[in-house]
């Protein structure tokens, strides 16, 4: 039996793949990923395919960057894991510097743990703490958006907002204070912007106005509902929420998770409006998509409500195994190394507005409803009707229908539901980009056809 079929066979025989239904994945020909180069992924037969999500939208600066290869090998050559429960390494303390550095102004505390759905349960965990040792013991409550993703852990996903992902675990979960989010497309209050004056945003504020004393914070995906399917706020949603927050004295939780990094064409989503959180989650494109590592930031008030005598017990209690692990840190050192030197942010302009052209033909597609940008996040909504606004049956699958097609033509994408995204390493070339968006539109209407 050849190498290749032999890998086959055992990843259907022995893995479990998240987010898949395996008994359809039995079905098909697994993409077994061996190599990158660049913005490309290589698999075991030498297929190349372009990485239209970032390897799920971690990859910052391509495959295989040299500056990170080399950082982590250099740190392998000096060791590769030591704890921060009590110790301490020179990459974990360096990142941390930096990262306070490049963070909005007033966040000054770096608490490490491993990926998106953890830094999330520490700003949680944190906020909770912080009103307890502040002596506001009411405010245990948190306030989440609809269609919020936050990660797959129980505190994240108690204040998650995506029904399909979510509901079935409810029984184990946390109350939460939901509040309406913007999904402009499908209005849930069937009104249009700009006439609407972001009227979504007064359920935040009913909610902050009735609950406020009880509520410890709220916590945000800045810019884009990324999991929902790319759903953008309009301008000024973010800058509204800071300020209700700071009204209503409730802490703001920023999830930079998927928004950070320069995906929205800035260092971070909040720099768009100018908004400091109280704390700032960070993780997937911390490391250049190299390895797991998230970063909860906090600002020095929070930080000093958890000083105290030992026998006070105002520690922080959280910790994970791998926390503040030196070569993750080597590699996201490295990584924002790489976006100075090659001056990332400035060169991912002219292709943001380049993508943005790309886009334009999308919009004639007779199954395209909407297609949504966030600098390098797109969302093309894929409708049964156009003029309805109707949904695919789910059966239609048309979602994984176009996935796969794109897949034959060589570009690897990755839907939400019916929602295509294309959310490319920030280093792709034009030529690729053109050439990723071009396989996806002829996929679209392959699909239609058919
Ligand atoms: N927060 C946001 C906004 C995300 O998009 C994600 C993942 O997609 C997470 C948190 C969870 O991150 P992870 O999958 O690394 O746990």
């Known amino acids: ?97 930096r990262l306070v550095e490049i963070t909005p102004a007033g966040l000054e505390r770096v608490f490490y743990s491993d990926n998106g759905s953890t830094g999330c349960e520490v700003a949680l965990k944190m906020a909770f703490q912080y009103w307890q040792h502040r002596g506001a013991r009411n405010k245990t409550q948190f306030i989440s958006f609809k269609n919020a993703y936050h990660g797959d852990t129980l505190g994240a996903v108690s204040v998650g907002g995506i029904d399909l992902f979510h509901e079935a675990f409810r029984p184990l979960l946390f109350p939460v204070l939901q509040a309406e989010a913007p999904y402009c497309y499908r209005c849930s209050l069937g009104l249009t912007r700009p006439a609407c004056g972001m009227a979504c945003l007064d359920s935040l504020e009913r909610i902050l106005k009735d609950h406020h004393e009880g509520v410890a914070a709220v916590i945000i995906e800045p810019l884009v509902q990324g999991a929902a399917g790319m759903i953008t706020q309009p301008p000024g949603f973010l800058q509204r929420v800071r300020e209700l927050c700071t009204r209503y004295g409730v802490l703001m939780i920023a999830d930079e998770v998927a928004v950070g990094f320069g995906r929205t064409g800035r260092m971070f989503a909040c720099d768009h409006e100018q908004v400091s959180p109280d704390v700032m989650v960070l993780a997937k494109g911390i490391t250049g998509g190299y390895l797991p590592l998230a970063a909860t930031l906090t600002t020095e008030e929070v930080y000093r409500a958890f000083l105290g005598e030992h026998h006070e017990f105002k520690t922080f209690f959280h910790g994970h195994t791998y926390t503040g692990n030196p070569l993750a840190c080597a590699a996201a050192l490295a990584n924002l190394e790489v976006f100075e030197e090659e001056k990332t942010i400035e060169q991912l302009a002219p292709k943001i507005d380049f993508l943005a052209r790309q886009l334009e033909r999308f919009k004639e597609l007779s199954v395209v409803g909407e297609v949504r940008q966030c600098g390098f996040m797109t969302g093309i909504e894929l409708v049964a009707d156009k003029e309805t606004r109707a949904p695919f049956a789910p059966q239609e699958k048309i979602g994984i229908k176009v996935i796969l097609e794109a897949r034959k033509r060589g570009v690897i994408i990755r839907p939400l539901g019916d929602v295509i995204v294309i959310m490319p390493p920030l280093s792709i070339s034009k030529a690729e980009l053109a050439e990723l968006v071009e396989v996806i539109y002829q996929s679209i209407r392959t699909v239609i056809a058919a």
């Open 1 to 97: 039996m050849s190498r290749q079929k032999r890998l086959e066979e055992a990843d259907k025989r022995y893995i479990w793949h998240p987010f898949t239904q395996m008994q359809e994945y039995q079905g098909m020909e697994p993409v077994i990923i061996e190599q990158g180069e660049g913005s490309y992924l290589i698999d075991i037969h030498d297929r190349r395919y372009l990485d239209g999500v970032s390897s799920l939208w971690v990859n910052v600066h391509g495959h295989r960057c040299s500056e990170i290869d080399r950082a982590i090998i250099e740190q392998v050559g000096r060791i590769s894991h030591t704890t921060l429960l009590g110790l301490s390494n020179p990459p974990a303390i360096e990142l941390a510097e």
